[in-house]
């Protein structure tokens, strides 16, 4: 399913945007953030509990956003996760794409919550997710493991209620 938004669409992720999306993984923005691709042989198909989408830009691929679901009836939520090539920094493409995310899974999968986790340091992510509705619920200490294996860092973990969102 294609999913329009202002100025981006998200496609699924298909083999030939796979270069490119590396290619964005290898900026040592992203890879500070997201870790070595080179790692990871079967990446972007790897992870069967995520639904990632390629966000083209005038056709052109600059970047990633997927998602992923908990289906427990008590818990029922889904999760979003994004990089953007650095050259699109600061341009409100990441919002768009979030926004455009966002009413997918509100009007099409039903969600009433969704959350995400950037790093706390994040600033620039935590900017551009609360523009889009999302708000801090708390800071989750030594959360994930930083990309060089040596330590922790801190999360923040942010949610969007369906009733709030404005998209």
């Known amino acids: 399913m ?37 790692g990871e042989p079967d990446w972007p198909f790897d992870d069967p509990g995520t ?17 992923g679901e908990q289906d427990d009836p008590q818990y029922r939520h889904a999760s979003i996760d994004i990089f953007l090539d650095p050259a699109v920094h600061g341009r409100g493409v990441g919002r768009d794409a979030v ?29 551009c997710y609360t523009a889009v509705g999302f708000r801090p619920v708390g800071l989750m200490r030594n959360y994930e493991r930083d990309t060089d ?7 923040l973990l942010m949610d969007l209620i369906a009733e709030e969102f404005e998209g």
């Open 2 to 38: 294609e999913l329009a938004g202002r100025d981006v669409v998200l496609v699924p992720v298909a083999e030939e945007h796979v270069a490119e999306l590396k290619r964005i993984r290898r900026t040592p923005n992203v890879r500070h953030r997201w870790g070595d691709v080179d």
């Open 51 to 67: 639904v990632p989408y390629t966000i083209l830009l005038d056709g052109a691929v600059c970047g990633l956003v997927q998602y």
């Open 99 to 127: 926004r455009t995310l966002a009413r997918h899974l509100i009007r099409d999968r039903g969600h009433h919550r969704l959350v995400i986790d950037p790093a706390a340091d994040n600033e620039p992510a935590i900017r």
């Open 149 to 155: 294996g040596k330590g922790w860092h801190d999360g």
